[in-house]
């Protein structure tokens, strides 16, 4: 599998906002955001339900991945996508970054994929709390 999700009520864009507010609480910051919605509205004008993909990095843990492996950057950010669903909650979908940087194959980037995946896990259950 090479993610893992949680489902929230609540408005998107108060999603999008809980969701940054958790992953700062686990060193992360978003470097991008993408409004697939918007982007797809504007480019090929299709109508699509609100979808967002986050860039989130760490940068103490992206530092220790680029110094193990310079072309790691090509498997980073860690996304997080924020959709609506069909029935109107919203879903928070996570990579998993232990199977990505297990790509690799290197012990130290094994360690550091399992180190990323439970601060997201932790900011998943955060959401799954309320």
């Keep these: 599998m090479y993610g893992f ?3 929230v009520t609540g408005p998107f864009d108060e999603t999008v906002e809980k969701v940054t507010e958790e992953l700062k609480k686990e060193g992360f910051g978003v470097l991008t955001e993408i409004d697939v919605k918007a982007t797809l509205k504007k480019k090929l004008n299709i109508d699509k339900r609100p979808y967002k993909i986050l860039g989130a990095c760490n940068p103490e843990l992206a530092n220790q991945a680029l110094d193990a492996e310079p072309d790691i950057g090509l498997l980073l950010p860690c996304n997080v996508v924020v959709r609506e669903s069909e029935v109107g909650d919203t879903v928070v979908g ?4 232990a199977a990505v940087l297990g790509l690799v ?4 980037l094994d360690r550091l994929g399992k180190e990323v995946r439970s601060r997201l896990e ?3 259950d955060a959401l799954k709390a309320g």
């Design 105 to 108: 194959q290197r012990d130290e």
């Design 5 to 7: 999700s949680v489902s």
């Design 94 to 97: 996570f990579m998993d970054p």
């Design 122 to 124: 932790r900011v998943r």
